[in-house]
């Protein structure tokens, strides 16, 4: 795969890479569906009670369900809405969030794109789905929504920053923005993995990851019980699926990156384990994150608006830099 | 120079926080709360004027459903007001069966608050324990009086039907179980950081404030002001039983919450006593066929969950009351609202009014 | 059904009389409140068709009771009170309707008469209150029986021809047994005492003792002085009325009322206040929220339902009903525009 980038770009060559991608996305769809029915399941169990059950075996096709009742639902466009940036804003939102998964490195050999600056590509490309939010919630045309746009804007620039900074020591750790070498760089027992000497950097990165996307306890654009579902209160049917889309697949990526840069990506805890194949002890590790997130949902309260800030900004981004400060003075020590 | 403008927000009747249909006016600026008026009226269905036309006993299915959430309480404030206008007397059975379903109506109507405060608040998870202990109580009212939530318990001399076999030793193992999983309750949520942030110092009221807005319940307990009407002007047999009245200091929404919570442990204390007490006997009074009670008027005050709960009769010695009026606790201490809010950002509003605990059919009437 | 009603109030005022009864029987002349009035309520007709027999006999019992008649009101409260005391009194009942067939000659003072055969009466029907009427008892029974059940008809129309006797005005001397001071009076006194020195000397139009609710102290202020009583009755420190429970309004079809319930959370002394207004178009009190904040919105129902205005109130809009509601609904004549809604 790696190499058809390096051939010249022929129609066959560009009909391989198309097929790829539109099975990654298929897969990525794939996931979204059972990460959803695993969410509803998770937080059922951890609430004395059943999640879905009924539809299909087991309840499987809940998803499916939702999904094929989102999609034949009647397309509403408020009167007033600003028709154009209402359609758009749906698609900004989602496509970053699909473009960021190229450079992860799923296995040794499974990568669709190895840039030497992979790790800047995500942040950046995800940043651009904080104009999509805000977006949705201006075209909407509604003070609620307004509201939950503004207070999502806030939230996840605010968070960017710690994320990022965090990010930094692993840098620092490893020499190299490429998401490849970070993986290659941790070892082969997981007291080697980056998430033990990069504690602190561990700690920030979870909460602020948790912040970017939108979930429990920093849920507030959709707030349900304040604002009544924030900026996409008056998105129905595909539009709305669309959001949720994005924000389900910007979870896959969250742990994807949680993986590669924290809990030594492909690698086996112990390198007797190694017999397994490395993607699946890539999508255990990402499995684990993705649960994390539901079992956070299920038990959390959510923080208020004020207090998320003063916690990005006083709490967060102080450790983040500390964290930095102390990796570099002890790389130097080491050296 | 940006030029501003204050954002008129309705937090409209129909919204998952309100707990009913009820609307708030909202004007803000940016996040902080100007100023607020709240408009009820949307739940109003006439049950005083209703009543003018109901005798007695037809009253009383009717205020089960004002505070639906606490039905049992409401009957108990028509009968005991009839039965004080007539001066009738009340087998010893019946008191204790009142006073144990009272009771059990308090826990659940906690329970409600509990984990509807909760769910507000953002955490998911207490909303859906809170309701399957609730269940207990519910399956345990089933089976006394065949209703889940309005109960048309009571009549006026005493109940109406009696405690089936093995009640009591239900009651009683419905006891032992509360009591655990209270400490389940603490555990989940009142050491939780991102919570006590939430409700630490919010929605503060001074002791006078509260006594001159009339506030009554945990609202005014929470000032410090130690005025529960079960001690302090005793109905029925609650002079028997010991328990104790919990109280708060600072007057926010973390002692209201902390009273809640240790009022559900004080009734499990009264029910335990009183289910070792549980005498035999008959469950209705000699009360006369047809309830008349003399000409007079007279006003009975009991403790609901959510407060003072009055019932004023002006009789004119015929079986129909010339005037009912239920004085309503939710319905007076939604009154602070307005105040309470202004200042504080948005997101404090759902925690203030959850922290109120209002029952919109009772604020309504 | 009217059996039944008559029944349990006979049972329990039965015992109760045949109580006193006893004692009268025993220390003659005593002043009682006697057979209670209730009990006669119910059977009105029975009364009237039991009357021409028992007049004559109507002056038996207990003459030695001499015991004056005394306000309904009180009788209502012995009778209300006198609840299933009814197990007690099988044995003193037969001597007492022995007495009172016995007691015969007394001259029939229709006061006198009223209670006595009352009591008899009513103590024969406690006894066998399936027997109570006349007309099912017929011979086989036994001797006293039939003497009850004529003292049950006889006590029906002597209390008729009390009622009767009593609605032409005509109890001479007729003070209440005196009643017992109310344990409240002291404080009625003393806070009526209070407002006429310190407000005004005529706010108080009426102060009474509403006995059937506990004993509340009741004042009914007049509405040109209310404001300044309630500013008072907060403030002054042996009253201290801090908490206003309860705010209702009340339309009598002659006149308006707004009843207030107050009570004073430091000494759990509660009191009532009334304050009427005659004018049925444009009724007015004064508005006392600035005293007790928590008149607010209960003086908006007050007046969203019935219509009264207070001047005074800060924000008096319709609170229940819809903003551009016609009409009060809760009147007494409140006829609604639209009747389809």
Redesign the interface.
């Known amino acids: 795969m790696l190499d058809l980038l390096a051939k010249p770009l022929t129609w066959a060559n560009f009909g391989i890479m198309l097929a790829f991608a539109v099975l990654f996305l298929l897969l990525i769809l794939g996931y979204v569906t059972y990460a959803i029915y695993f969410e509803r399941k998770v937080i059922g169990w951890m609430q004395f009670r059943y999640g879905p059950n009924r539809t299909g075996p087991l309840g499987l096709l809940q998803t499916v369900a939702d999904v094929l009742k989102l999609l034949i639902k009647e397309d509403t466009i408020p009167k007033k809405a600003d028709r154009e940036l209402f359609i758009l804003a749906p698609a900004i939102t989602f496509v970053p969030a699909f473009a960021a998964l190229a450079t992860f490195p799923f296995a040794k050999n499974w990568q669709f794109a190895d840039l030497n600056v992979g790790l800047l590509y995500y942040a950046a490309l995800s940043s651009i789905s904080t104009i999509g939010i805000v977006l949705g919630g201006w075209a909407s045309n509604n003070k609620y929504s307004l509201l939950g746009g503004m207070r999502s804007a806030a939230q996840m620039i605010s968070y960017e920053i710690p994320l990022v900074m965090s990010m930094v020591g692993v840098i620092l750790m490893t020499g190299s923005l490429n998401l490849r070498k970070i993986v290659e760089a941790q070892g082969n027992w997981f007291w080697e993995w980056n998430f033990l000497p990069q504690i602190i950097g561990f700690f920030v990165f979870i909460v602020a990851a948790i912040s970017e996307l939108n979930r429990t306890p920093f849920d507030l654009p959709e707030a349900e019980s304040e604002l009544v579902a924030g900026y996409h209160v008056e998105y129905s049917g595909f539009r709305f699926a669309f959001f949720m889309l994005a924000e389900y697949v910007y979870t896959f990526a969250i742990a994807a990156l949680t993986t590669v840069l924290f809990l030594g990506g492909w690698h086996a805890p112990f390198p007797f384990l190694d017999f397994i194949p490395g993607i699946l002890w890539f999508l255990i590790k990402m499995s684990f994150c993705v649960f994390f997130m539901f079992w956070l949902r299920a038990t959390l309260p959510r923080v208020r608006v004020d207090q998320l800030m003063g916690l990005g900004w006083k709490l967060l981004l102080p450790l983040a830099l500390a964290n930095i400060f102390i990796t570099a003075i002890v790389k130097e020590l080491l050296r | 120079m940006i030029r501003t403008e204050e954002?008129l927000?309705n937090v409209g009747p129909q919204?998952?926080?309100t707990h009913g249909v009820l609307r708030i006016i909202v004007k803000l600026d940016g996040?902080i709360i100007t100023e607020a008026i709240p408009v009820?009226?949307y739940l109003?269905r006439?049950t005083?004027?209703l009543a003018e036309d109901l005798t007695y006993t037809q009253i009383i299915p009717y205020t089960d459903r004002m505070d639906y959430v606490s039905a049992m309480t409401n009957n108990y404030v028509i009968c005991h007001a009839v039965e004080?206008?007539?001066?009738?007397?009340v087998p010893e059975r019946a008191q204790y069966l009142r006073l144990i379903v009272m009771e059990l109506q308090r826990i659940a109507s906690h329970l409600v608050w509990w984990g509807t405060y909760?769910?507000?608040?953002?955490?998911?998870?207490p909303f859906?324990?809170a309701f399957?202990d609730r269940e207990i109580i519910i399956n345990l009212f089933n089976e006394l009086c065949g209703a889940r939530l309005t109960y048309n318990y009571m009549r006026v001399g005493g109940v109406k039907w009696d405690a089936p076999e093995g009640w009591i030793q239900k009651v009683r193992d419905f006891v032992t179980h509360m009591r655990e999983q209270l400490k389940t309750y603490d555990n989940?949520?009142s050491g939780?950081e991102?919570?006590l942030?939430?409700i630490k110092g919010i929605g503060k009221y001074t002791a006078e404030?509260a006594?001159?807005?009339?506030?009554s319940g945990a609202n005014l307990r929470c000032t410090g002001?130690k005025?529960d009407l079960r001690k302090?002007?005793p109905y029925g047999i609650y002079d028997r039983f010991e328990f104790d009245v919990p109280v708060g200091q600072n007057g926010d929404c973390y002692d209201r919450y902390i009273i809640r919570l240790e009022e559900i442990r004080q009734s499990l204390r009264i029910l335990e006593q009183a289910v070792e007490q549980f005498p035999e006997g008959e469950i209705m009074?000699?009360?006369?066929?047809?309830i008349r009670p003399?000409e007079?008027?007279?006003?009975?005050?009991i403790e609901s969950p959510r407060g003072?709960i009055?019932c004023?009769i002006?009789s004119k010695g015929k079986d129909k009351p010339?005037?009912l009026?239920f004085?309503r606790p939710s319905?007076?201490n939604?009154?602070i609202l307005p105040k309470l809010l202004v200042g504080q950002?948005?997101?404090?509003?759902?925690t203030i009014l959850g922290g109120v605990d209002i029952v919109l059919g009772e604020v309504?009437? | 059904m009217s059996e039944e009603n008559k029944r349990e109030p006979n049972g329990e005022s039965a015992s109760h009389s045949a109580d006193e009864a006893k004692e009268e029987a025993k220390a003659s002349g005593a002043d009682q409140t006697g057979a209670p009035e209730p009990v006669s309520k119910p059977q009105p007709a029975e009364a009237e068709s039991a009357n021409a027999a028992p007049a004559d006999n109507a002056g038996k019992g207990e003459a030695k009771a001499a015991a004056e008649p005394k306000p309904s009101k009180a009788a209502v409260d012995s009778a209300s009170e006198a609840t299933p005391a009814n197990a007690a009194e099988s044995a003193p009942e037969t001597p007492q309707a022995n007495a009172a067939d016995s007691a015969g000659e007394a001259a029939p003072k229709a006061e006198r008469p009223a209670r006595a055969p009352r009591e008899a009466g009513a103590a024969a029907a406690s006894k066998e209150p399936s027997d109570a009427p006349a007309s099912e008892l017929k011979g086989g029974a036994d001797a006293d029986k039939e003497a009850k059940a004529k003292a049950a008809a006889e006590a029906r129309a002597a209390r008729a021809a009390a009622r009767a006797q009593k609605a032409e005005g005509g109890e001479a001397g007729a003070e209440a047994a005196p009643k017992e001071p109310s344990p409240n009076q002291p404080r009625l006194d003393r806070i009526v005492q209070l407002i006429r020195e310190h407000v005004h000397p005529d706010a108080i139009v009426e102060a009474v003792i509403n006995e059937r609710d506990r004993h509340l102290p009741t004042l009914t202020i007049k509405p040109d002085h209310w404001r300044e009583v309630a500013e008072f009755v907060k403030t002054h420190e042996e009253l201290r009325l801090n908490y206003l429970s309860n705010l209702s309004g009340v339309d009598y079809e002659t006149h308006m009322e707004t009843v207030y319930h107050v009570v004073s959370l430091e000494t759990k002394d509660s009191y009532c206040f009334k304050v009427k207004t005659m004018d049925r178009e444009e009724p007015s009190i004064p508005s006392v929220t600035n005293v007790w904040a928590a008149a607010n919105w209960n003086e908006r129902e007050v007046y969203d339902l019935l219509g009264i205005h207070f001047p005074g109130h800060p924000d008096l809009r319709r609170i229940m009903m819809p903003d551009d509601w016609v009409g009060h609904p809760l009147r007494k004549d409140y006829v609604p525009i639209d009747p389809e809604v």
């Open positions: 954002l927000l919204h998952p926080s996040e009820i009226g109003h006439g005083e004027k004080t206008l007539m001066q009738l007397e909760l769910l507000d608040i953002g955490a998911l998870s859906l324990f399957k989940l949520v939780n991102i919570f942030a939430r404030e006594i001159n807005y009339g506030l002001v005025w302090d002007m009074g000699k009360v006369p066929r047809v003399p007079g008027e007279v006003y009975v005050r003072e009055g004023h002006v010339y005037r009026k004085r319905f007076v939604l009154q950002p948005m997101a404090n509003m759902i309504d009437c």
